[in-house]
């Protein structure tokens, strides 16, 4: 797709064109904006942060791109496909996958479970064959339980595959839900916060998790994040919201020298 | 020294994913299987088996439908009674319509009519949730109870309002009505019950079961991942209302011999939510547990005073009866909201470390 | 400690399941009493139940039992519930049981096809399955003193006497919406085409019994000249209060005699006043036998009985059960030759019941009801129907004995009795001549 | 057509050409409606200040009036009868607090749910074992309150009004009035209200979540003392009337499980329309709709409006 606009990066991944694009959204929430006429792209295979302070309207516009808020205005492409609303499910099974603000797994589920279930919309033995649970269906499963296994190999949480995830620390538990939507083979990883409320550690062990899958499976991501630090570290390009409202976007250091968001950041009163 | 797991490896996934990946667990379920097809058909006296073994699993296949949408979906339901009934009712127009057709097919068939019904109510779940569904539950249960009496067809006009279970034979034996032995009757609801747990319990286990635990425990992350609350729902209302449909045929045509609506009344939806909970949500084994426990509970009950020697009318005993259900629910969500099925399972931890303390 | 308590109480289980298990009574008479002490109708099931248990206790001190030998009664709690009737059923029966009251129509449907297999009789004095009058088709279930078929023929011969007969009327028919109530329904129709006068039903469902204000709303919307009810428990003093608000006139609401005991009366004590219904048996402990039961049970201390109820309405039902079990053992016990019968010859017994006067006057019982004599084909007797009405404090005997229309009855009875059995290929009739 | 008409026309008919009937008929939904209103009080009181949905409700109602009817027959002067019953409602208030609810501070909605499902199973057992089960007559005259009816000429009919159903609605008014005057006036109201927004909050500024759930419950108690008797003037004291006290559910649906006005307003839609439809739609199915039709309206208004007449609009947040 669109890959005459491919590119090199210096460490050799390939960037292509535009695999998203956000044009004119607004949402509203009764009388209150949370989001106003914003518009960006996102390029197959890059890492796309959006940054801004606390209200700006971030995980706001995760929650447009896939599906679980209906925007007002302005509409979406996604791989060529042009929508202005669907529901989440579609969002998943058109290959966006997600992590949350505040972890959501499944808490009542084990490690393996709980990464299996990103394995959802992979499964197809209906439910005759489900029931019987041998032949097919137990085949199927077993393939899935393939991938499942090297996923939990490349997040190092082999110990912890079989407990229910709430007993897991925080930190295991946000690399849990890494797993969790990786185990779907995303086209567009959409990561909320992926690294808050961690100790320096744990943020590099998903700064790197973060960057390998983007390297080895070559899948977009676009990530919310607070710790400019990590941002400036691994992002390709860089959106700044703020009340709602673009305010910057481009290379991480054009982003950084950005007088609008140097004043976002610093509170300067609007 | 004896439930150990240390030493039993598994070599590969299919090993790993069985539903009993310890030995002595499966020794277990064959020691279970065995009590119940060949100690007890052969021992039990006709009271045990016909007042004791047929209502506990009947009500273990209704509590383990409840569980499917409640422990495991998350849906509470105080429906089921309705669907146990509309279950009964299915089969007894089924059996008088097709006298010929082998009625044990016709009890696993009834489902499919309670599952339909079940989907039809299920259908506000997609829209609301928690108490807000309570409310269309009992909806359910009360236009179908009066359905039951209002529908005479139903009962095949019959005047006292009752369905009354015909003699039906299998191979020549004799399965429904009053002159069936309890023995074979017991074996036929037991043959039901084990292949509908195996069931239930391979649907939990694969991709469906995983789909109604995701709805329960985060319902936007699972529509996130692709899980489309719509089948995942309604699925789980259809499967939940199957296994209480075959339970209310079972329960007239294997146990009762006939039955008016009070047998489907909102009592037994809350007996059924008792067994659930009592035994543990979420838990196929608590699901035997809790419905061993609440049927046999009263049993106990009327016998205790008895073996000591106390005269207690049995109002009284009726009356504390009532108390101590409802005080063990409470005790149960305050101690060990699990469930027996947890108190089992810490048991078992015991167990393995036996006879160290830790 | 939570083993210990899990252990304790599977050992206890299995105790008590082996205490339940048959510990067949060899020389007693064993008779269960399925009652209900609790529940929406344990109203109307504790003065049942104590009457019925008294004179059993009476008997037992009095006479030292039956024919030498001592009843032993136990009761179970069904709590008017057909599944825990089962329960108590299936749970007594192992133990030798003579027969089975199940005072409940619901329970009583679910033993009828029980009881020919395991040769036990059933006894529904009054309620039931109409159709078991048909002794042919239903050998081993009796319901005298009169069916509700019976009863409802009596009940519109008794209108019809009054207010220059029936015929044009329109009737209103008050019942409680399960078996028991719906039992009488084909009955009523076929009389009303028969005897012209027009039906109007108001089922009242058994959740609804204590709010019945819209169906008194609908029957001042209908306005019938006539109510007959057909309630039980709660839903009988509730009715009788609606009736009262509407101002329906109560000497045109008859009960039947489920719908007029003492304690559906009181709570609308002057209100109800008029307000008339069907009966079987006295009430009052002027009788030489109630003088007895209170004199060896009552004054004792062994009645769970509240003094002032003996001799109440249901009481003395309870009693009359209890009188008529009795007679039947001792019947039973003379055709058979020796003391220690069987479910069977229990049969027998009250297949051959000649109840006369002169016998209950022996009793200590003259007067108290009508005589009942069984026979193979009858088994529902068809008398002892008689009408009371409520002067705001008590009951008044205000009628003679209203003979049920037997020769149409009869006839309706056996169609029932053959649809009932159609269907039941292997169903055990037996031949009367 | 025939049926069309049925529907559609006959029963409009009827309502016009019976006025004093249909009167009638409004009276007692209004009547009715005031006594789910109240119970749906007592549930929206505890749901509001603790955010437990309390199944006991309608089985409080039962106790409450089983036991002062219990303490009378027992020989108590039925005044004395009333305060030792309030009495009791405030020993249970403590008791479920003490016992049930605070062992459950932080467990999840549904299984505070389940708990009262079992308390209620617990009083009903508790209330026989103590009082006996059969069914128990109110002691309405006792009490003083009034027991005859008045006859109204109205339209060429009557219209009859029982004056214990006014004194239902009066007392009820009074009560729901007083309710108020105290949420929104007295120092303990104000932390109510204050709970009820923000647990954290209240607690920051030196409220006990537990007293305030004694004092909730007790609340709750009051209201059920004073339903019961009213109800149990109606039709009698028994357990069975718990599957009434159900209908406060659907109330509930309709007025939002947080609003006072919501209950009262839910109880009178029930109330009137539950009437309106068996009286004059019932016949058409065959009678008994009642049981049913309040749930069937709030399964109905919940697909279009989830949450409740006075409810606000719930946003989700991930």
Redesign the interface.
């Known amino acids: 797709m669109s890959s005459d606009q491919s590119t090199q990066t210096a460490d050799g991944r390939t960037i292509g064109g535009p695999i998203m694009e956000v044009k004119d959204i607004s949402l509203k929430f009764g009388g209150v904006t949370a989001i106003k006429n914003i518009s960006f792209d996102i390029n197959e295979g890059e890492i796309r942060a959006i940054i801004g302070p606390n209200g700006a309207g971030k995980t706001s516009m995760l929650n447009v791109i896939n599906g679980f808020y209906h925007p007002q205005e302005g509409q979406i492409v996604f791989r060529g496909e042009a929508r202005t609303a669907m529901r989440p499910y579609v969002a998943a099974s058109q290959g966006i996958s997600r992590t949350f603000q505040n972890v959501a797994l499944f808490e009542g589920m084990s490690t393996l479970d709980n990464i299996m279930a990103g394995r959802t919309l992979k499964m197809k033995k209906n439910f005759f064959w489900q029931m019987l649970r041998f032949g097919p269906a137990e085949v199927e499963e077993f393939e899935h339980r393939k991938v499942v296994e090297e996923i939990i190999d490349f997040l190092e949480i082999q110990a912890i595959r079989k407990t229910p995830v709430g007993r897991l620390p925080y930190g295991l538990q946000k690399r849990v839900e890494l797993g969790r939507a990786l185990a779907a083979e995303p086209s567009l990883l959409l990561l909320d916060e992926p690294m808050a409320g961690m100790n320096v550690e744990e943020k590099e062990d998903m700064s790197r998790f973060i960057l390998d899958v983007n390297d080895q499976f070559g899948t977009t991501i676009a990530l919310i994040e607070h710790d400019m630090g990590v941002v400036m570290d691994i992002a390709d390009r860089v959106v700044v919201l703020d009340y709602g409202q673009k305010i910057a976007d481009g290379l991480p250091a054009e982003v950084q020298a950005n007088q609008d968001v140097i004043d976002a950041y610093l509170g300067v009163a609007h | 020294m004896i439930y150990r797991e240390t030493g039993q490896f598994k070599t590969n996934y299919k090993a790993d994913n069985s539903i009993f990946p310890i030995l002595q667990d499966r020794i277990a379920i064959i020691f279970y299987l065995f009590v119940a097809f060949i100690v007890i058909p052969a021992f039990g006296?006709?009271?045990?088996i016909?007042?004791?073994m047929i209502?506990f699993l009947i009500f273990a296949l209704a509590a383990i439908g409840l569980n499917i949408l409640t422990g495991f979906t998350g849906q509470i339901s105080l429906g089921t009674g309705a669907f146990m009934g509309v279950g009964a009712y299915s089969c007894y127009k089924l059996v008088?319509i097709f006298p010929d057709t082998n009625v044990i097919f016709l009890i696993v068939i009834s489902g499919f009519f309670s599952a339909a019904i079940g989907m039809v109510f299920g259908l506000p779940s997609l829209r609301i949730k928690g108490f807000y569904l309570v409310v269309t539950t009992l909806a359910a249960q009360f236009f179908l109870?009066?359905c039951f009496?209002r529908i005479e067809w139903l009962y095949n006009y019959n005047?006292?309002?009752?369905i009354?279970v015909?003699?039906r034979e299998v191979f020549n034996v004799i399965v429904t009505?009053?002159?069936a032995a309890a023995v074979t009757q017991y074996l036929v609801v037991l043959s039901i019950v084990v292949a509908m747990t195996w069931i239930a319990s391979n649907l939990i286990h694969g991709r469906i079961g995983r789909s109604w635990m995701m709805i329960r425990d985060m319902d936007i992350a699972a529509e996130l991942m692709g899980v489309r609350p719509l089948y995942a729902k309604l699925s789980a209302f259809a499967v939940s209302s199957f296994y209480a449909g075959v339970a209310g045929a079972m329960m007239v045509f294997m146990?009762?011999?006939?039955?008016?609506?009070?047998?489907f009344?909102v009592n037994h939806s809350f007996l059924i939510l008792f067994m659930v909970i009592i035994g543990g949500l979420g838990s196929i084994k608590g699901s035997f547990l809790g419905a061993a426990f609440i049927w046999?509970l009263p049993?106990?009950l009327?016998?205790?005073p008895?073996?000591l020697g106390l005269d207690v009318?049995?109002?009284t005993?009726?009356?504390v009866n009532f108390m101590i259900i409802g005080g063990l629910i409470i005790f149960f969500l305050i101690i060990e909201p699990n469930g027996l099925a947890r108190?089992w399972a810490l048991?078992k931890q015991?167990l393995r470390v036996w006879p160290f303390p830790y | 400690m939570?083993?210990k308590v899990?252990t304790g109480?599977v050992a206890?289980?299995i105790?008590?399941?082996l205490?339940?298990?048959?510990v067949s009574a060899q020389e007693t008479l064993y008779v269960p009493l399925l009652?209900y002490?609790?529940?929406?109708f344990?109203?109307g099931g504790?003065p049942i139940a104590n009457g019925s248990a008294d004179y059993y206790a009476m008997l037992n001190e009095r006479d030292g039992g039956i024919g030498g030998l001592k009843i032993v009664t136990e009761?179970?709690?069904t709590?008017y519930?057909?599944?825990k009737g089962?329960?108590c059923y299936?749970?007594t029966k192992?133990n030798g049981a003579l027969v089975y009251n199940p005072y409940s129509?619901?329970i009583t449907?679910?033993l009828i096809?029980?009881a020919?297999?395991d040769e036990i009789p059933v006894l529904s004095m009054g309620y039931g399955?109409s159709a078991v009058a048909v002794g042919e088709k239903f050998p081993w279930t009796f319901n005298y003193p009169a069916s509700y078929w019976d009863q409802m023929s009596s009940i519109i011969s008794f209108i019809d006497t009054q207010d220059g007969g029936i015929k044009g009327k329109k009737v209103g028919f008050i019942y409680l919406?399960?078996?028991y109530g719906?039992?009488p329904?084909?009955l009523l129709e076929s009389l009303s085409e028969s005897m012209g006068f027009e039906v109007v039903?108001?089922?009242?469902?058994?959740?609804?019994?204590?709010?019945?204000?819209?169906h008194w709303?609908?029957v001042?919307?209908e306005n019938p000249d006539w109510m007959i009810m057909w309630g039980w428990?709660?839903m009988n003093?509730?009715a009788i209060?609606e009736a009262a608000?509407?101002?329906y006139p109560m000497d045109h609401f008859i009960g039947n005699w489920w719908s007029g005991a003492d304690?559906d009366l009181?709570?609308a004590g002057e209100a109800g006043k008029g307000y008339r219904s069907a009966n079987m048996a006295a009430s009052g402990t002027h009788f030489q036998a109630l003088q007895d039961v209170i004199k060896y049970v009552v004054e004792p201390g062994n009645s769970?009985a509240d003094p002032d109820t003996v001799g109440s309405v249901l009481y003395n039902r309870g009693l009359y059960n209890s009188v008529v079990v009795a007679e039947a053992i001792r019947t039973a016990q003379e055709i058979a030759g020796h003391a220690n019968i069987t479910g069977a010859e229990m049969r027998a017994g009250l297949e051959a019941l000649d109840l006369t006067a002169e016998r209950l006057a022996e009793l200590g019982l003259a007067d108290f009801t009508a005589p009942i004599k069984a026979t193979c084909e009858n088994h529902g007797s068809g008398g002892s129907i008689f009408m009371q009405q409520w002067d705001g404090s008590k009951w008044v005997r205000t009628s003679d004995l209203i003979a049920p229309m037997t020769d149409l009855v009869r006839a309706e009875l056996e169609a029932?009795a053959d649809q009932y059995v159609s269907?039941?290929?292997?169903w055990k009739t037996q031949s009367c001549n | 057509m025939d049926l069309l008409y049925d529907i559609f026309a006959d029963p409009f008919v009827?309502m016009a050409g019976?006025p004093d009937?249909f009167v009638?008929?409004l009276w007692?939904g209004f009547v009715?409606g005031t006594l789910y209103a109240l119970i749906a009080l007592g549930f929206v009181l505890i749901f509001k200040a603790s955010g437990v949905f309390n199944f006991a409700q309608g089985i409080m109602v039962v106790f409450a009036a089983l036991t002062l009817v219990g303490l009378y027959q027992a020989g108590v002067p039925a005044l004395l009868a009333l305060v030792l019953s309030l009495g009791v409602m405030g020993t249970l208030a403590v008791s479920v607090e003490r016992l049930v609810l605070r062992h459950l501070v932080n467990q999840p909605d549904i299984i505070l749910f389940m708990a009262t499902i079992g308390l209620s199973y617990f009083l009903i057992g508790f209330g026989?074992f103590i009082f006996?089960?059969?069914?128990k007559?109110m002691i309405t005259s006792e009490l003083g309150l009034p027991t005859g009816?008045s006859?109204v000429d109205f339209a060429g009919g009557i219209v009859?009004f029982?004056h214990i159903d006014i004194a239902a609605v009066v007392i009820a008014g009074i009560l729901v009035t007083s309710l108020a005057l105290f949420f929104s006036k007295s120092r303990i109201g104000r932390a109510l209200r204050a709970v009820a927004d923000d647990h954290q909050a209240a607690l920051s500024v030196g409220i006990s979540l537990n007293q305030i759930w004694v004092i909730v419950w007790f609340a709750a108690g009051i209201v059920a003392l004073a339903t019961g008797i009213m109800w149990g003037a109606?039709?009698?004291v028994?357990?069975?009337?718990q599957?009434?006290a159900l209908k406060a559910l659907p109330v509930l649906i309709l007025g939002g499980f947080t609003s006072v006005p919501g209950a009262i307003v839910g109880g009178l839609i029930i109330g009137f329309g539950?009437?309106i439809f068996?009286?004059y739609w019932?016949?058409l199915l065959?009678?008994?709709v009642?049981?049913w039709f309040a749930y069937v309206i709030a399964l109905i208004f919940l697909l279009f409006r989830p949450q409740g007449l006075f409810g606000e609009k719930i946003i989700e947040r991930i």
């Open positions: 006296s006709d009271f045990f016909n007042s004791m209502p008088t109870e009066w009496i005047t006292s309002g009752a009354e015909p003699r009505g009053p002159e146990w009762l011999g006939a039955a008016e609506v009070e047998s009344d046999m049993v106990v009327r016998a205790f008895k073996a009318p049995v109002a005993v009726e009356h108190i048991l015991k | 939570f083993k899990t109480a206890l289980a105790v008590s399941t205490q339940i298990a048959p009652t002490r609790t529940g929406p344990a109203g504790i009761e179970c709690e709590s519930n057909s599944q089962v329960e299936e749970a192992g129509t619901g449907l679910q096809p029980k020919p297999v399955l919406d399960v078996g719906k039992e329904i084909p039903k108001f089922p009242v469902a058994g959740k609804e019994m204590q709010t019945q204000s819209s709303l609908n001042r919307k428990g709660a003093p509730t209060k608000k509407i101002k304690v009181k709570p769970q029932a269907d039941k290929p292997n | 009827q019976m009937f009638q008929v007692e009715t026989e006996g089960g059969e069914t007559s009816s006859v009859i029982q109606r039709s009698d028994s357990f069975a009337l599957i009434v539950e009437k068996e009286v019932g016949g065959g009678g008994g009642e049981g």
